[in-house]
């Protein structure tokens, strides 16, 4: 921020040689508008989406075995397209009611640390980097399961619900959200 309000005082001195007092407010309310944005966009905030976390492979199992659909969200701190999927797409009303209305589970895959058990899932989703967002669709106890829903790169909300709506619900009531994972997760 503070590099793009110096740039347009710079700017400025290269196309009239002079710089006024005006520039500079120019600048330095440029880079303020940069900082809070990026602050709000990428700073801690509450989440609408209660997320069922740590993730595990064997949680996931779980959870199908028993016929819930499943949304895993597989992202990370430093992925800013993850953090714009999350803000724009994915925690928002319209997500929050398709995944109540199909007693959805939420899982939030947490790739920060590079866990090597992410990776797998990953790989097996035909995918090497984030973000992703996998929804399982539930299935009937003893049913196959059906394969998972993959959407890449950049969301949107639309495409968020329609694979949820796709998905259908989960079969059964699902099992609950582990206790330890009801709170809230501050800037997830």
């Known amino acids: 921020a503070i590099w793009m309000g110096c740039w ?8 009239s040689g002079a710089i006024g007092f005006g520039r500079w407010v120019q600048g330095a ?7 809070w944005l990026g602050f709000f966009w990428l700073g801690p905030h509450d ?11 064997a949680r996931l199992a779980e959870l199908r075995r028993e016929g819930a659909t499943v949304m895993v969200d597989f ?4 992925c ?3 953090k714009a999927n999350l803000q724009f797409a994915i925690e928002t009303n319209r997500v929050k009611e398709a995944l109540d209305k199909n007693r959805v589970v939420p899982v939030l895959a947490d790739w920060t640390d590079g ?16 973000p992703v ?15 998972p829903i993959v959407l890449r790169d950049l969301l949107t909300e639309s495409q968020v619900v329609a694979a949820l709506e796709q998905a259908g ?12 994972s009801v709170a809230p997760a501050a800037g997830r």
């Open 80 to 82: 800013l397209t993850c």
């Open 8 to 15: 347009w005082v710079g700017r400025a001195q290269e196309t």
């Open 169 to 180: 619900p989960s079969c059964c009531p699902p099992p609950e959200i582990r206790a330890a």
């Open 47 to 57: 989440s609408l989406i209660k997320w069922e976390k740590p993730f595990s492979p």
């Open 75 to 78: 992202s990370a701190d430093w």
């Open 29 to 35: 309310t440029l880079a303020a508008v940069i900082s």
């Open 115 to 130: 866990s090597e058990e992410i990776r797998e899932v990953l790989e097996g989703l035909g995918s090497r980097s984030i």
């Open 133 to 147: 967002l996998a929804i399982y669709p539930g299935s009937k106890p003893g049913e196959p399961l059906r394969e």
